[in-house]
């Protein structure tokens, strides 16, 4: 984001980053990332992130704080296209209700009860769709 344009409204610098206060009445955080860049407060999905107090602006700040100090903060594009490929793998290993219902009938089919005895065909028929 441009510097003019972050120095309109109501702004101030804190002890790191700085919060604005936008014409929405919410606020905005804004801090320096390791690799020199400025950010803005954005959502794991890489969403622009606003808060309704300038406490919790200040909480989100101290956070990103400390996880920079840990050396686990990553930029916001990263964490975003991170979780999306977790979701699309998650997706990606989610099964249907049809294949989970031939998976159960081939179990039923194929596995010993707990007598050790394969189901009666008529069992097994009756529970096929």
Same mark, same amino acid.
């Given at each position: 984001m441009n510097d003019k344009n972050w120095r309109g409204g109501s702004s101030r610098r804190e002890g790191w980053g700085s919060l604005r206060k936008l @014409? #929405? %009445?919410?606020?905005q955080a804004r801090y320096p990332g390791p690799d020199g860049e400025m950010y803005t407060a954005r959502t794991d999905d890489d969403? @622009?992130? &606003?808060?309704l107090t300038k406490t919790d602006a200040r909480e989100w700040l101290a956070s990103v704080h400390t996880q920079i100090a840990r050396g686990s903060w990553e930029p916001p594009s990263v &964490?975003? $296209?991170r979780r999306r490929a977790e979701a699309a793998a998650e997706e990606a290993r989610s099964i249907g209700f049809t294949e989970y219902a031939n998976k159960w009938l081939e179990m039923i089919r194929t596995r010993r009860n707990k007598r050790g005895k394969l189901r $009666? $065909? %008529?069992?097994?028929?009756? #529970?096929?769709p």
């Open positions: @014409p #929405s %009445g919410r606020w969403k @622009p992130l &606003t808060f &964490t975003a $296209a $009666a $065909a %008529g069992t097994v028929r009756s #529970s096929a």
